[in-house]
């Protein structure tokens, strides 16, 4: 009789014995919210929590680039992201990890930057932070570094002499048309 060597035993194991130990799939189990333990009823609520404030989060969003009258391009420079980036997060808030919270903060700075303001001042912060002429570039430059908003309102208020007469340029234009 033939002796097997290591291999042609471990051969004939899988070819006879094998099959018999693999595991059919089971069907699915479904497993309902009140019958999940608590630290998964926990992880669902802290989800939905979290879906709740990215979604009012893309509504400030909105909100604010409207009101400031501003692109999709600029609002992003202004978050700190490239455009691809700000349309992602738009669509999958809950995707962006990695720049997601970053855009949380600065729209919450923004936003509280844009309820102390002057509502005919916001059309005029794209030209007042940004353009030498009319405002000073620091402040622009702090809406870039996505600084606090006491800080955006501290520089609001040093410049807000500046907004006053730019609108009333803006006012004595359209006077004339």
Not at 92 to 119: F, V, W
Not at 134 to 147: A, H, M, N, T
């Amino acid at each position: 009789m033939e002796t097997l060597t290591k291999f042609s035993a471990a051969a004939a194991f899988a070819v006879c014995v094998a099959p018999a130990l693999v595991a059919k799939p089971q069907p699915p189990v479904e497993i309902k919210e009140a019958e999940m333990p608590q630290f998964v009823e926990g992880l669902l609520a802290q989800f939905k929590m979290e879906s709740q404030e990215s979604a009012r989060a893309v509504a400030i969003y909105h909100d604010l680039r409207k009101s400031f009258k501003i692109s999709h391009t600029t609002m992003g420079d202004w978050l700190g992201v490239k455009r691809r980036s700000l349309y992602n997060w738009m669509n999958d808030p809950e995707s962006a990890i990695k720049y997601g919270k970053q855009i949380e903060y600065r729209l919450d700075a923004l936003s509280k930057l844009m309820d102390d303001m002057e509502p005919e001042h916001l059309p005029l912060l794209q030209k007042v932070a940004f353009s030498p002429i009319y405002g000073d570039p620091k402040f622009g430059q702090s809406i870039l570094d996505g600084k606090s908003s006491e800080q955006l309102m501290a520089w609001y208020d040093k410049l807000f002499s500046r907004f006053e007469s730019y609108r009333g340029t803006i006012k004595r234009k359209s006077n004339i048309v």
